[in-house]
């Protein structure tokens, strides 16, 4: 079983920085993929960005791009995600997920259905 916890939300002003960090636990170190997804109230679920097992290959979805920064930790095992200029519509819970062992396709990592293991969300609230 995989045990995943996210932490470091909060209340933000436009414009400004958050970074949230998720730690998983249960299998291997090296054995997770990982991805951010949000969801804002009365939307569904977005997927935000993602990461491979070696942290090689970030993905993001387009609204975020050279905004946000997905990263692994040293032990590989905590992924980062770094979120600057933020907006209003960057609001909402953001979960971290887990694919382990990684086996989503990188054409697939958008698809939170492929995702084994969820936490159990951190919101964030961007003020306008």
């Known amino acids: 079983q995989v045990h995943l916890v996210e932490f470091g939300g909060g209340l933000v002003q436009t414009g400004g920085s958050l970074r949230l960090f998720c730690a998983a636990s249960g299998r291997p170190f090296n054995d997770y993929a990982m991805a951010w997804f949000r969801q804002a109230p009365g939307k569904e679920r977005e997927w935000v960005a993602a990461i491979d097992d070696e942290g090689t290959r970030p993905k993001y979805t387009e609204s975020v791009k050279g905004r946000f920064t997905i990263s692994r930790g040293g032990a590989k095992n905590t992924v980062y995600l770094q979120m600057n200029s933020l907006k209003p519509e960057d609001t909402g819970e953001y979960y971290c997920?887990?694919?382990?062992?990684?086996?989503?396709?990188?054409?697939?990592?958008?698809?939170?259905?492929?995702?084994?293991?969820w936490g159990q969300g951190t919101q964030v609230t961007v003020s306008s």
């Open positions: 997920a887990a694919d382990s062992p990684p086996t989503i396709s990188n054409t697939c990592v958008m698809f939170g259905r492929y995702y084994d293991y």
